[in-house]
């Protein structure tokens, strides 16, 4: 064990090593509504729920107690219904192990990378400060110059474990349409006012004639081929527990390979609709496009083809001469993983890294690379993946929200 792990804490009455927590921002209850994943100490794939992040576009409903609650499916099917958490959780079930990324996890690298910023976003660790820096983040009442200065968001990416129905069961129940069904609306509890600065801010002008829909529920039509993947379910456990209020409680969709914004949290209802439902948090929000102009803009939907480098990273400079294990994580928005590349001089020469073996091809791999540091100097350590629908990263182009960001992000490491 290294000295700081020594510290520790006692575990079941026993000295032990720390272990991973989330980096938290608590309302004025103390009652947290936002939190990071310490994704450069994760050790294996599943991120324990207390390292689990955080994240609510409106705002945090308050509970609603399991027995209390029931959720209804209507719209393009014969048979309406509604169930209890009871009855949903007697359908057969399904497990499914994914990658759950914020679409606008790092996405302040793609300034650094095209040289607009010079400030490098660092994988944010246990900042002292770090509730000051999330109000930071979410003031509504930021100027533009302050909410173009905000700092980044990083670490919003964890791996998980969920169990649930899939929502192809509830829809056959529910006999959809399926000459007519275009889209499955699914609708949270949870409703607010989005903030219009993240609009000001992405346009670059508070003239900007931004969409201001007042208070809404978050919402999102899932188009119908994604809703009726096996993989795509209505879950209640995460992580071999009951799901916890901040991340959906009682039941939330998992949408498998598409980011975090499609898997609605605290279930309320699902309307099958004859067309694609437009809901404020996917034509105004979570869009690709080049400019908040662009006629072309398409909602998000798959993430792209990802690696990241744990370690070393920038801050781990210096590091001595000898042998290392170079590491990260990988995943993909289209199924697994199937190689990850080094490069130890800038991206001139690419080496194929060990990827290790699992069978889930939703969840993140690890990988990594054993390099043996000659000469002292400094090194720029580059990754890329492949997917197995044949993408290599980086395959999402620079966009005005800065959503889906997969790019290459060099390591700067010097080596004594
Ligand atoms: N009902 C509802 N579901 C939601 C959201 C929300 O604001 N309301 N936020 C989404 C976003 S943007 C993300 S990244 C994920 C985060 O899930 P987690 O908090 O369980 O990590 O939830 C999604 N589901
Ligand atoms: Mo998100």
Redesign the pocket.
């Known amino acids: 064990m290294e000295d700081d792990e020594l510290e520790g804490e006692f575990i079941l009455g026993w000295p032990d090593r720390k272990r991973l927590t989330q980096m938290t921002s608590a309302d004025a209850e103390g009652r947290v509504v936002y939190?990071r994943s310490p994704i450069l100490e994760q050790e294996g794939l599943i991120t324990p729920t207390n390292a689990?992040?955080?994240?609510?576009?409106?705002?945090m409903?308050e509970p609603v107690y399991p027995e209390d609650w029931s959720f209804e499916i209507s719209g393009e099917v014969d048979r309406p219904f509604s169930l209890t958490l009871e009855e949903l959780k007697k359908m057969p079930a399904r497990t499914v192990r994914a990658v759950?990324?914020?679409?606008?996890n790092d996405g302040d690298y793609f300034a650094f990378l095209e040289g607009k910023s010079n400030t490098k976003p660092e994988l944010a660790r246990g900042n002292e400060d770090f509730h000051d820096f999330v109000q930071k983040y979410k003031n509504a009442n930021a100027t533009l110059e302050e909410a173009q200065a905000r700092p980044s968001g990083t670490n919003?990416c964890?791996g998980g474990e969920w169990t649930g129905t899939p929502l192809r069961a509830i829809l056959e129940r529910a006999g959809f349409r399926k000459d007519t069904a275009v889209s499955v609306r699914m609708?949270?509890?949870?409703i607010?006012t989005p903030n219009a600065m993240k609009l000001y801010r992405a346009a670059g002008s508070m003239d900007a004639d931004v969409a201001q829909p007042g208070a809404i529920?978050?919402?999102k039509a899932l188009p119908m081929d994604k809703a009726l993947d096996d993989d795509t379910i209505v879950a209640w456990a995460?992580n071999g527990d009951a799901l916890l209020h901040?991340?959906?409680a009682p039941a939330?969709v998992i949408v498998p390979g598409w980011?975090?914004?499609?898997?609605?949290?605290?279930?309320d209802k699902i309307e099958v609709a004859d067309h694609m439902v437009p809901c404020y948090?996917q034509t105004e929000y979570?869009v690709l496009g080049k400019s908040y102009d662009d006629p072309d803009k398409t909602m998000c939907m798959e993430l792209g083809c990802k690696s990241i480098i744990t370690w070393p990273r920038d801050l781990h400079s210096p590091i001595k001469t000898g042998e290392h294990l170079v590491r990260g994580f990988a995943w993909s928005g289209m199924g697994a993983i199937e190689r990850v590349e080094v490069s130890l001089d800038g991206g001139d020469t690419w080496t194929d890294a060990h990827v290790e073996y699992s069978p889930d091809k939703w969840l993140w791999k690890r990988w990594s690379f054993l390099w043996n540091i000659e000469k002292p100097g400094k090194y720029s350590i580059m990754a890329r993946a492949y997917d197995e629908a044949g993408r290599m990263q980086p395959v999402t182009e620079a966009n005005y929200l800065r959503k889906h960001f997969d790019g290459i992000v060099p390591s700067e490491v010097t080596v004594e």
């Open positions: 939190a689990f992040f955080i994240n609510a576009q409106v705002q409903p759950t990324e914020c679409a606008g919003l964890s609708v949270g509890f949870d607010g529920p978050f919402d995460h901040v991340h959906g939330r980011a975090g914004n499609w898997w609605v949290k605290w279930l948090h979570f």
